[in-house]
Nanobody, 124 residues
Framework: QLQVVESGGGLVQPGGSLRLSCTAS????????IGWFRQAPGEEREAVSC????????KYADSVKGRFITSRDDAKNTVYLQMDSLKPEDTAIYYC?????????????????WGRGTQVAVFS
């Protein structure tokens, strides 16, 4: 069964940091663009960042630009989302998704494999 799995969520105070990881089961991520999305209670799913296959290009939502960095280590079959200077409004379930295409997009409709999400909570 092909699936992606997120890990690394947790509870952190404002200004803190977390690093999320996305790994794959049943396939390797190197040929896939990877997107990070999040969804807060009562809100629609929002694109956070994405990274192309090969890692040469990435894109960020304006709300996280300068605070979040996505990277990939294909040797470890893992994609990361480093989140710094976290704010309460970053609280959400974070999802990793793999797209069967080398180029990433911000539309969740373009992604084929989704994880179950990992909870990130930012509050004092």
């Amino acid at each position: 069964q092909l699936q992606v799995v997120e890990s690394g969520g947790g509870l952190v105070q404002p200004g803190g940091s977390l690093r999320l990881s996305c790994t794959a089961s049943g396939f390797t991520l190197d040929r896939y663009a990877i997107g990070w999305f999040r969804q807060a209670p009562g809100e629609e799913r929002e694109a956070v960042s994405c990274i192309n296959s090969g890692g040469g290009w990435s894109k960020y939502a304006d709300s996280v630009k300068g605070r979040f960095i996505t990277s990939r280590d294909d040797a470890k079959n893992t994609v990361y989302l480093q989140m710094d200077s976290l704010k309460p409004e970053d609280t959400a379930i974070y999802y990793c998704a793999a797209r069967s295409h080398p180029l990433c997009t911000a539309s969740h409709h373009d992604y084929h494999y989704w994880g179950r999400g990992t909870q990130v909570a930012v509050f004092s």
